[in-house]
């Protein structure tokens, strides 16, 4: 998927590259090359080296990623696709397929666990690995990126760029700098100067405003921002943010990497082409949504205790609401209950331009305690779903659905298709 900071590609300077001393630089970042775009890619090999935008293909759509060839024309994520379309009109638009995305992430996912246990998840498409253990059995850090990478080209059929590095910043601005399709290791003795010559907003933490704040004081790069007075920066954007860009300006960076990474919230949501005023159609895209958080929380071994849901109406406006359960939950049958009941409670009265499901207050479904209820058969709701999660990871998620959910006051085919 595309990124929004911009730095030099690695091999334009001779400096760092796919040779460089890996001494004391055993975290990899390994980040998939236009993930989206290139799984479509691997579906439909007819469209290989064309422009391939992947996103909302509605009005109000947005591109999620576009292939390298596309990016030439100035086609970037988060962009609007009646942009994308203005730019690259050769380009071929198709809407997302997260099955897919899932699925090609799991695998690749399982390849780096292959590696070393120690792999933290940051997304579908990217990841750190701390790799130092795995040295004994196959070897340096930057072999060890090189067998990541045939590996993912043999068996996935998709293209990955790894940063190796000391830390985890260092190694995903470097993931940043090889791609696409690169390698490219900072030795550990020349973090600053791999540091120093990149723009500012290369620092974590610094968004535009940050970056305009700073360039006001006279400090285009990272370099500037490390020999900077404390007390400029703690003045200009207060005293923890002053701290946390000095040390990483310096390189310092001692978070590990860690393999609980623990979600907050898991939630979905859709934009409609077209304002919506009916409530059968909110219906049923509350189903759809409940029923992807549900497969999610399951996927994940997790359940939740509380639902909420997001309303943005067409003035932009958004509302919030939630519902906390007497017992946390993974069914979307559930998650549909408490979700529709928020939303006819709200009753918001006006055209809906998007909605969303999610579940927070996540915990390991085998620590938390399950609702007993007088009477209730031995086997219900859960199964079922997960029964249906089995089918689905067979034939795809098509060949199952959530409609019996919704009760006969459902009966219409929903016209005004939500983009995801």
């Known amino acids: ?180 399709d690169g390698l490219l290791v900072v030795p550990a003795d020349r973090v600053r100067e791999f540091l120093h010559p990149l723009p500012v907003h290369a620092l974590w933490g610094v968004g535009e405003r940050a970056a305009e704040t700073l360039r006001r004081l006279g400090l285009n790069t990272v370099g500037d921002l490390a020999t900077a007075p404390s007390g400029m920066l703690r003045r200009a954007l207060g005293a923890a943010a002053a701290t946390h860009l000095h040390e990483l300006a310096h390189g310092r960076d001692p978070r590990r990497v860690s393999p609980e990474r623990v979600e907050k919230s898991i939630g979905a949501e859709v934009t409609f082409d077209a304002d919506v005023a009916d409530p059968l159609v909110i219906r049923r895209v509350l189903l759809g949504l409940s029923e992807k958080v549900g497969v999610r929380l399951r996927r994940a071994g997790q359940v939740g205790r509380t639902v909420s849901i997001k309303i943005r109406l067409a003035d932009f406006s958004t509302v919030n609401r939630s519902r906390t359960l007497p017992v946390a939950t993974d069914t979307a049958r559930e998650i549909f209950q408490t979700s529709w009941a928020l939303f006819t409670a709200l009753d918001p009265g006006d055209r809906i331009r998007l909605v969303g499901v999610r579940a927070e207050g996540l915990a390991d479904r085998a620590a938390s305690p399950q609702q007993l209820v007088l009477g209730a058969p031995e086997r219900g709701w859960r199964e079922a779903e997960a029964a249906a999660d089995a089918v689905a990871a067979r034939f795809g998620r098509s060949a199952v659905g959530p409609a019996s959910l919704l009760g006969s006051t459902d009966s219409r085919r929903n016209e005004n298709p939500a983009r995801p």
Do not use: N
């Open 1 to 180: 998927m595309g990124r929004s900071q911009t730095v030099p590609r690695g091999g334009d300077d001779p400096r760092f590259g796919a040779d460089g001393d890996d001494t004391g630089s055993p975290i990899l970042h390994v980040d998939m090359d236009a993930f989206f775009a290139s799984v479509k890619v691997r579906r439909r090999p007819e469209l290989r080296g064309r422009p391939v935008v992947v996103g909302g293909t509605g009005p109000r759509g947005v591109v999620s990623s576009a292939s390298y060839q596309a990016r030439r024309y100035g086609v970037r994520s988060a962009m609007p696709t009646a942009r994308a379309r203005a730019l690259c009109p050769r380009a071929v638009f198709l809407p997302p397929d997260f099955t897919a995305y899932d699925a090609a992430s799991r695998a690749v996912m399982s390849i780096f666990r292959d590696v070393t246990p120690l792999v933290e998840p940051l997304s579908l498409d990217e990841a750190f690995l701390d790799v130092a253990g795995a040295r004994r059995l196959l070897g340096r850090p930057v072999e060890i990126a090189r067998l990541i990478r045939a590996r993912v080209a043999e068996q996935e059929g998709l293209t990955c760029s790894v940063g190796v590095a000391p830390t985890k910043f260092v190694a995903k601005l470097g993931s940043t700098r090889a791609k696409p």
